[in-house]
């Protein structure tokens, strides 16, 4: 969903950020299993990173907020496990495997595991040329899709200036939902002032851009 | 159900039930346990923001791989062979006199794992989601970071699975020092944009 507790910029009432000296990398050993886990499941290839984002995204409010990071991402990777037919919520109930597994299209060997992880790419080849050019006003649709976007609330509506092209790459409003369907869309970096954003009174010696989506702009 | 109980048996006996969920992943044979170790080692011991603060450095004291690392981060960030890999799409912004560059995740906790590790807590708390965007100067302050007046504050949010690298300026009173010397300096929040690199105190 696209309105959900995820979608935080410009909120206020969260207080200070603090900063934790010294802060380790897992706050206790569950976190990086948590961590191990979702990578090592996500190779799989069942769903796509914005699948997975969305998972997270559709927890109750509440819950999102209240939980730490790990928690989220090991709430979001439970539900998906189960959603996609990988374990049965009867053996999370037991705690142990009642049925024989499903073929999995990728597994992480500790051979892979050894390796450096490199980012997947998320460019894809497209014959359709760019709409929009560097130093183009556009303006950003005001949409409110029931399911995944990454087009924040505080920048829908508003009008702004195509600063750089970044390629074509998948879509996450599409991929989301279906990791056959990448849609690939070109992808641009899209500067507002900080009045278009926050209106008359904001700080004018602020910018803040987003990476858009051309799904996501309309011409100005 | 009341909310209250609603979280507690969401978020209660999380260890437990992590523990859980590896066991019936591990006994399917969908997961490895020694392959999770090597994820979790990977993060835990060898990659973290000790590889950007190379990059930074380099971008110091060599202006051609500057030049290559704000045309293209990745392509420039995998040709020191010292650093390990770097994917797609990695983008460096540069700070100068005029602007200061803030990067942040609004939508969930988009970073630059490979240059800079795993993110801190911070990074993917609801204070500096919702407030980076909005309010950037009050979450500099929150660092300890004050910049002059006259600054531009240009504020990345990282909405797509490009990532980005901060850039710091180099700090005066620092020409004549080595190359590993300037790493040292780079910390993480430099390379977010919560902090700035000090001389002062090192060695």
Not at chain 1, 38 to 57: F, Y
Not at chain 2, 120 to 130: E, F, I, L, N, T
Request: aromatic fraction near 8%; proline fraction near 9%.
């Amino acid at each position: 969903m696209s309105n959900t507790i995820h979608d935080m910029g410009g909120m206020h009432g969260f207080g200070p950020v603090e900063p934790e000296p010294n802060e380790p990398v897992f706050h206790a050993p569950w976190e990086g299993r948590v961590h191990a886990l979702q990578r090592a499941i996500g190779a799989a290839g069942l769903w796509t990173i914005d699948g997975g984002r969305a998972s997270l995204e559709t927890l109750p409010p509440q819950t999102y907020l209240a939980a730490t990071y790990y928690q989220r991402w090991f709430l979001g990777l439970e539900k998906r496990v189960v959603a996609y037919g990988l374990i049965g919520a009867d053996e999370l109930t037991t705690g142990h495997s009642l049925r024989a597994p499903v073929p999995l299209k990728r597994k992480v060997t500790p051979a892979d595991a050894a390796k450096p992880p490199i980012r997947g790419n998320f460019e894809r080849p497209t014959n359709t040329p760019a709409r929009f050019k560097i130093g183009d006003r556009v303006r950003t649709a005001n949409i409110n899709p029931a399911t995944h976007t990454r087009l924040p609330r505080y920048a829908r509506g508003k009008q702004g200036v195509i600063e750089a092209i970044r390629g074509c790459h998948v879509y996450p409003d599409t991929a989301a939902l279906d990791v056959h369907n990448e849609s690939p869309q070109w992808l641009y970096t899209v500067v507002f002032t900080g009045q278009e954003l926050w209106g008359d009174d904001a700080d004018p010696a602020i910018t803040v851009s987003i990476e858009a989506f051309e799904p996501y702009l309309l011409p100005a | 159900m009341a909310d209250h109980d609603h979280d507690h048996s969401e978020l209660s006996d999380i260890q437990l039930r992590v523990r859980a969920l590896e066991t019936i992943l591990t006994e399917k044979g969908y997961v490895d346990p020694a392959a999770l170790d090597l994820l979790v080692e990977s993060y835990e011991t060898k990659i973290g923001p000790k590889n950007g603060a190379r990059i930074v450095a380099r971008a110091w004291t060599d202006p051609k791989f500057k030049a290559a690392l704000l045309k293209d981060a990745t392509e420039a960030a995998n040709s020191l062979g010292h650093v390990s890999p770097v994917g797609s799409h990695l983008i460096a912004v540069e700070n100068t006199p005029k602007t200061h560059n803030l990067v942040v995740c609004t939508l969930c906790s988009c970073y630059p794992w490979e240059v800079l590790g795993l993110p801190p807590v911070w990074y993917k708390s609801a204070p500096y989601r919702s407030r980076a965007v909005i309010d950037p100067k009050g979450v500099l302050t929150d660092f300890g970071v004050a910049l002059p007046a006259e600054t531009e504050i240009r504020i990345w949010d990282s909405t797509a699975e490009t990532r980005f690298i901060v850039l710091p300026m180099r700090p005066a009173g620092t020409a004549s020092w080595s190359e590993d010397r300037l790493a040292e300096i780079v910390t993480r929040d430099c390379m977010i944009g919560t902090g700035l690199p000090q001389p002062q105190g090192s060695r």
